[in-house]
């Protein structure tokens, strides 16, 4: 989960999940934003020292977009613009230090999980959504974690390495 376009995906993922519970009106400027922000920050760059941070980074977002879905009232268009942009920088700079810009192509469109996830929260069946993003945080939190965790074995080479 270090590279490629696997962790912006799931990003763009929950992204989509959280826009189907914003109003449509802003799902087109969110799914712009976050394409021209992510090509911004892939083609401007990022430095090789920030694998870390891009990556936690990413994660720590992923939790923070899946779980807005959870709101009592829906996703408030200045707030849906707002993860949009988040998740833009972050699929930008993972894809910056562990991938290839065609990665940019692969994860994006995930975003257009919001377009099936609007037909459940309007046929009032938002609970599949809830679930899916959940999944999202489970997996992020628990591949966030395994980096300062100790190491385990497999992780690590050992003596018959």
Excluded: E, Q
Excluded at 26 to 55: E, K
């Amino acid at each position: 989960m270090r590279g490629g376009a696997l962790p912006p995906a799931l990003l763009c993922a929950a992204l989509g999940f959280a826009l189907a519970f914003a109003p449509r009106r802003v799902v087109l400027p969110c799914v712009l934003a976050l394409t021209a922000v992510a090509a911004l920050v892939v083609w401007l760059g990022v430095g090789a020292s920030w694998r870390d941070t891009a990556f936690t980074g990413c994660w720590i977002s992923v939790v923070l977009v899946a779980g807005s879905v959870h709101l009592p009232r829906g996703l408030p268009a200045w707030l849906a613009l707002a993860l949009a942009v988040n998740v833009g920088v972050w699929v930008g700079a993972v894809i910056a230090v562990a991938g290839a810009p065609l990665d940019l192509a692969k994860s994006v469109p995930c975003v257009l999980l919001c377009l099936p996830g609007a037909w459940l929260v309007a046929t009032h069946r938002p609970i599949a959504l809830k679930v899916a993003a959940s999944w999202l945080i489970a997996v992020a939190v628990l591949i966030a974690t395994l980096p300062v965790t100790t190491p385990t074995p497999g992780y690590m080479p050992d003596h018959m390495d």
